[in-house]
């Protein structure tokens, strides 16, 4: 059998993310290894209402196959919210996503052939390197620093032919960082000098807690590449709706890549969204969300300082839902995380992250879905199964 296999699905595995979510199903175990947003701020009601809504006025079309591109009226409703932003976008050039992870795999279809150079992130977005993983590339990371990117080794990749960058510049996942905004300009001005594409996936970008908000990379290019975003984090992720803004001459390709993959992205669900944006702020449920997160954040850093040992180093994340651990360098986390289930708790040891098999002694915690209870107790426990492994 294993013969039949297109040779793409050779170098590609399961989500190890995925794989650990089955052991945290067991309830007792504290986990926080998920990356989920927390369910208790799903808009339940108000979806229940714009639903009903949608069939009652809308009905039959709301059921029926619609066009490629997306909704005209949810497209100029992503476009005022990033007005609000400070930045204008033509409606016209946004193009309505099955989820933002589908952008990914259209990425890899439009751009990438076997052994193109696709710059990442050190550590990276898992599902970023799934997703490209199957179009066969060979990946350059590049250090992620406090503030950013190490722009030397950008600079050098993109010397060495890369063809484009994917990056998560607010809040990433998984370490939590978020670029300063000399290194927004900076990346900007290399990708335009090397004329290479910077995909700006911005999933986290809304859910700040702390700072200033910073503009994106790609209000900085005068060759714009992609930008992404997402109604998971803000909405609900079960919608599965994202989207993409590009430029016409990229936006026609990834037409035709979605064409090819799925048509478009469920009629229904752009529907409900575009009447929940319409009947409901938005904002307020987004300030509902950064609010308690930011609450669950500043507790898991508390309790860090309170229960690890020395010696142990974490990231300062000022939204999103991750922080990003540092281990002594001797002391692996994929050990950690068999010790951390015996006491209960989990996280995903960092080590998948890095496509150069690094990073063995790093983990990441996400704070977006346990209460303030569930993690100081599940820090304390963490702390208990490393001091026990230091030792
Ligand atoms: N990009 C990043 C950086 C993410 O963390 C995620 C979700 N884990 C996605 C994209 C995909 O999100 P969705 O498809 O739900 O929009």
New binding site residues.
Partial sequence: MSNQFARRMGTVHRSFIREILKVTADPEIISFAG?LPNPELFPVEAMDRASNEVFTEIGTSALQYSTTEGDAGLRALIARRYADRGLEVDPDSILVTT????I?DLCGKVFLDRGDKVVIERPG?L??IQAFSLFEPEFVTIALEDDGPSLEELEAALKDGAKCFYA?PNF??PSGVSYSLEKRKAVAALMDEYDALFVE?D??GELRFMGEDLPFVYSFSKKKGLL?G????IAA?GF???WVVAEKEIYDKLVIAKQAADLHTSTVSQLIMRRYMESNDIKTHVGLIKERYGRQRECMVEMIGRYFPEGVTITQPEGGMFLWVTLPEQVSSMDLLDAAIKEKVAFVPGKPFYVDGSGENTLRLNFSNSDEARIEEGIKRLGKALEAMLD
Avoid: E
């Avoid at 989820?99 to 589908?102: E, F, Y």
């Fill in positions: 990356g989820g933002s992870q589908q990914l977005y599902g970023a998560v990433q996942n996936d999933p986290y992404c997402s109604f998971s984090k992720p599965r709706i994202g």
